[in-house]
T-cell receptor, first 109, second 114 residues
């Protein structure tokens, strides 16, 4: 599976936007970009996914670079409940998810 | 909203004992997964299951592990003879179809092997 690189940690102030970057320079044409998050003591939770175009849903937006070698998860207004580990994962169709270390997001009140 | 459930939430067992971890996936889902997360480490894939058979498994999923979907609703993970290093959170996940859709994760079972 192609590898992703994310910062170990990021901080944000509450009610401000957060941009979580992910580099995936070896992405293949059939790899989707998935974002999951894991709140403390919980199972992973789907956030968003995309292939080539930018995507929006009620939780977040996903901005994908034109060459697909990087992407950014955007939380438009961070809340304390958004404090979690965010994982950027490449994958295809029904295959399993390969989790890396992710980015620990701290939201400051 | 439908959710994946897992029981028990916490299982304590003695080394060498068999344990069965249970999951009830979302009812119309066809793909099922087990993952585990040792404390402080990454979430690791164990096995995927589709059409009543294993579709993929990792190196962790050795002969001590087995999965079953005994009755069309439950999805179980059995560890035949537990080792200390099997202590971890075990997460079940399910997915509706082959398309790159959401995997829905359960809350996990914490397994402690003494």
């Amino acid at each position: 599976d192609a590898k992703t690189t994310q910062p170990n940690s990021m901080e944000s102030n509450e009610e401000e936007p957060v941009h979580l970057p992910c580099n995936h320079s070896t992405i293949s044409g059939t790899d989707y970009i998935h974002w999951y998050r894991q709140l403390p003591s919980q199972g992973p939770e789907y956030v968003i996914h995309g292939l080539t175009s930018n995507v929006n849903n009620r939780m977040a937006s996903l901005a994908i670079a034109e060459d697909r070698k990087s992407s950014t998860l955007i939380l438009h207004r961070a809340t304390l409940r958004d404090a979690a580990v965010y994982y950027c994962i490449l994958g295809r169709a029904a295959r399993q998810l390969t989790f890396g270390s992710g980015t620990q997001l701290t939201v400051l009140p | 909203e439908p959710e994946v459930t897992q029981t028990p939430s916490h299982q304590v067992t003695q080394m060498g004992q068999e344990v069965i971890l249970r999951c009830v996936p979302i009812s119309n889902h066809l793909y099922f997964y087990w993952y585990r997360q040792i404390l402080g480490q990454k979430v690791e894939f164990l096995v995927s299951f589709y059409n009543n058979e294993i579709s993929e498994k990792s190196e962790i999923f050795d002969d001590q592990f087995s999965v079953e979907r005994p009755d069309g609703s439950n999805f179980t993970l059995k560890i035949r003879s537990t080792k200390l290093e099997d202590s971890a959170m075990y997460f079940c996940a399910s997915k509706e179809r082959e398309a790159p859709d959401t995997q829905y994760f359960g809350p996990g079972t914490r397994l402690t092997v003494l």
